[in-house]
């Protein structure tokens, strides 16, 4: 990474989150909106600035237009905690984010211009020649607003100590596409590498068809599934891939074999076709360079998931893999339809950027 020369330099953990089923109404928390976007630790050091991952590596290639606006709005020597996120109308967009970790340069300034990112500060890891990260939650939060000026692409995230209101933010900043909701002890210090905040995100369930697997890569093939494909179909009753559900025990992985095995088919399948506009499972993409295997199933089976959120334009897909929850034989195939998945009401990202509650 670039040199700087502060009392924290880069690489530098994040502090982490334990996902709980409910925002906590008896412990002394800060809340915050969790935001959809790229965890981003940002240093400063004069002319020098580095945006890292979570991960640790350097992100500035691909967010130049943030690193601009992060030279001219933060001040001379600091580290900040935030996000990067990228806004299309009112709503937080993924996968335009997403594009922008990209191999050719002109692509990345061109998708810079056309959907510059901004930066979301919600922590202040140091300020100055003064390490913060043994200050309390609290203190470290009043020196971040009184240090950050909203404007030019860098927000200061909200934060409230009354549960209530996290949880309208829960329910209301979802429709802008944000996460669910974060929330940090108020007297705890800034923990790098550690879960010591709580997150609440949002789980819904949909009932899909299974119309797909993939082996278990470390198994003979046909003797373990390692994830199933799973379909919805739209109101043509087109069905499309819209994602996977995985994570089984290996005794259920051996036993959905034998179970699915009969299903196995090469014939007739909705996803052997040439590329009509539906949604096909492996296809190729700026993660993959190639076809990926499956095998098709015939779509006879329906199962029960639980999600959390869904991406793209329609029709969407799952962000994340699903999770299981039951098989549902009483359930038709054709029934599996796009619009029985829970869309969030509509709400205006800007506002949430201001730290406003208003409905789009």
């Known amino acids: 990474m670039a040199g700087v020369a502060l009392p924290l330099n880069p690489p530098l953990q994040p502090m982490l989150a334990t996902a709980v089923d409910a925002i906590p109404t008896d412990a002394d928390l800060l809340f915050e909106p969790k935001w959809d976007g790229y965890r981003c630790l940002v240093f400063r050091d004069g002319d020098e600035v580095v945006l890292q991952s979570r991960s640790g590596k350097p992100l500035n290639r691909y967010f130049p237009e943030a690193e601009a606006a992060l030279r001219r709005t933060l001040p001379p020597r600091v580290v900040v905690d935030g996000e990067l996120v990228v806004a299309k109308g009112d709503r937080l967009d993924f996968d335009a984010l997403t594009d922008r970790i ?94 010591t905040m709580i997150k609440v995100k949002h789980a819904r369930t949909a009932e899909c068809v299974v119309a797909g697997l993939r082996w278990h890569k470390d198994t003979e093939p046909g003797t373990a599934v390692g994830s199933l494909l799973l379909g919805l179909h739209d109101d043509l009753g087109v069905l499309h891939h819209v994602g996977v559900v995985g994570s089984f025990k290996a005794a259920e992985r051996r036993a959905l074999a034998g179970e699915l095995g ?64 039951r098989w549902r034989p009483d359930r038709e195939p054709g029934s599996c339809r796009y619009d029985q998945l829970d869309q969030p009401a509509r709400y205006d990202v800007e506002s949430v950027l201001r730290g406003e509650v208003r409905p789009a």
């Not at 922590?123 to 020649?129: C, E, K, N, R, S």
């Not at 000026?149 to 549960?163: N, V």
């Not at 296809?283 to 999600?307: C, D, F, H, M, T």
Request: charged fraction near 25%; include cysteine.
């Open 102 to 195: 990209h191999p050719a340069a002109s692509r990345i300034a061109l998708l810079s211009e056309q959907h510059p990112a901004s930066f979301v500060a919600f922590d202040l890891p140091a300020l100055g020649d003064r390490v913060l990260l043994d200050e309390p939650c609290a203190k470290r939060r009043a020196e971040l607003e009184a240090l950050i000026t909203p404007g030019d692409s860098l927000y200061l995230t909200p934060s409230t100590a009354d549960a209530a209101v996290a949880g309208q933010w829960f329910e209301l900043f979802e429709g802008a596409g944000l996460d669910g909701v974060v929330g940090k002890p108020a007297a705890a210090p800034y923990s790098p590498g550690k879960r």
């Open 262 to 325: 009969g299903l196995v088919t090469d014939g007739d399948h909705p996803w052997l076709v040439e590329p009509d506009g539906r949604r096909l499972p492996g296809e190729v993409n700026r993660w993959r360079g190639k076809q990926a295997e499956w095998v098709p199933l015939r779509p006879e089976r329906v199962l029960e998931i639980s999600y959390a959120q869904t991406e793209g334009a329609a029709p969407a897909r799952l962000r994340h893999n699903g999770q299981f929850r």
